[in-house]
Nanobody, 126 residues
């Protein structure tokens, strides 16, 4: 199985940017479709973005389209989430997740992802 560790979170002012990284170990990330989810206090885990195993399919949650970019570097066993034009409502714990069942497509449902990181906090101040 794969182990996932997120990094890159922090405190940033509204309009700023952050790049989150997800480092995989144990198995190569190329075996998985990869997703990013987030969870704010008192809310459920929300889909943010995902990239298919072959990189050909990418999906974003509507509120982050045009601001966030997901990418993967299989050679380095890393997945990234570039977050630009951050808003206070982006404040949450961000999780990286791996889905072994899809190759060409992605899922927006957290239940479809078998492996999860521990999360990294992103706080956007107004």
């Amino acid at each position: 199985q794969v182990q996932l560790v997120e990094s890159g979170g922090g405190l940033v002012q509204a309009g700023g940017l952050l790049r989150l990284s997800c480092a995989a170990s144990g198995r190569t990330v190329s075996r998985y479709a990869m997703g990013w989810f987030r969870q704010a206090p008192g809310t459920g885990r929300e889909f943010v973005a995902a990239v298919s195993r072959n990189g050909g399919s990418i999906a974003y949650e509507d509120s982050v389209k045009g601001r966030f970019t997901i990418s993967r570097d299989d050679a380095k066993n890393l997945v990234y989430l570039q977050m630009n034009s951050l808003k206070p409502e982006d404040t949450a714990v961000y999780y990286c997740a791996a889905d072994s069942s899809r190759y060409y497509s992605v899922s927006r449902y957290s239940s479809d992802y078998e492996y999860w990181g521990q999360g990294t906090q992103v706080t956007v101040s107004s």
